[in-house]
Structures are given as C-alpha cells and as structure tokens.
C-alpha cells in the first residue's frame, strides 16, 4: 500500500525538478505577450506561442484560417521575433491548429444517437452472447439510441 501525502501548491512549484517546466511556460507567455503585441487584430486574439525547438517558433492558431493568415506573415514574425521579441536564435516559424476546447465539445455534443435498428440489433446480439460482461456493455450501447435519448 503506498502513502499518500498532501502537498501544498507551493511546495509543489518549488519543487526544483520542474524549474525548467516553470521557466518555459513563463518564457512562452512572455513570447506570446510580444507575438501578440506585434500582429495585427483580429489575428492577434486567435495566435499563442506554444513551444520554441531549437530554432523554430511554434505558433498555436485556434482554426484553419488563422494558421494561413499567421503563414502569409510568418517572415515579418520571425524578423520582428528576432529583432524585438528577444528570439534572436529564431529562424523558422511552424505554426499547427489545434481548435479551442469548446468547439471539440460542441463537435462531441453534434453526434446524432445511434438509430432504432442498430439499437435493437446490439440487444439481439446481447441476449445471445455468453459472456455476462460483454453483453450487459451491449445493453448499455444498446440503450443510447435515438428512442433513448431524450432532448
């Protein structure tokens, strides 16, 4: 059995072996706070630095769109980032999409429930099987079909 111990927070980001967790999350804020400063709206309020590998500058943009415009400018960034934003190592800029959390929500919450036939042949398949576990996780699939599901 181990033990458990509560640990304060403070304790916790004191903790040296995530100094250099620490110092590059606060790195990152402060590139993303000069990023941020440089580029015009509203292409500032969709962009964050995410990371800095070797040379590259790794840009989180919240949808397609915004990468691409983030793309069509990544020369001055990388100048401006060089000169004024305190990355003089910087000579490539990658930048990767990755959608707010609420619109991978909204996409989870869109999936329709399963139809009335796919129900009651997940049932049929149930009541056949002799494996008690797998059958009551039928039952359970079974049970999420659109007659099911309540609005």
């Known amino acids: 059995m181990s033990i458990h111990r509560n640990k304060k927070l403070g ?3 004191r903790d040296p072996s995530l100094k250099p967790l620490i ?6 804020k402060n ?13 500032s309020e969709h962009v964050i630095a995410s990371n ?14 915004w990468s691409t415009r983030t793309n069509f400018i990544a020369t001055d ?6 000169s004024e934003g305190g990355l003089a190592m910087v000579e490539r800029l990658k930048v990767k999409v990755i959608p707010p959390k609420t ?8 999936v329709e429930p399963m139809s009335d036939s796919t129900s ?4 049929s398949v149930a009541a056949n099987v002799d494996d008690n576990n797998l059958a009551d996780v039928l039952k359970r699939l079974a049970s999420h079909s659109k007659k099911g599901h309540k609005e």
């Open 11 to 13: 304790s916790i980001i």
């Open 23 to 28: 110092d590059q999350a606060n790195k990152l």
């Open 31 to 43: 590139v993303t706070k000069r990023l941020q400063h440089f580029l015009p709206s509203p292409l």
């Open 52 to 65: 800095i590998k070797g040379n590259t500058l790794i840009l989180q943009a919240d949808s397609p769109a």
């Open 77 to 82: 960034i990388i100048n401006y980032m060089r």
């Open 103 to 110: 619109q991978v929500e909204e996409s989870l919450r869109s």
């Open 120 to 123: 009651e042949l997940l049932k």
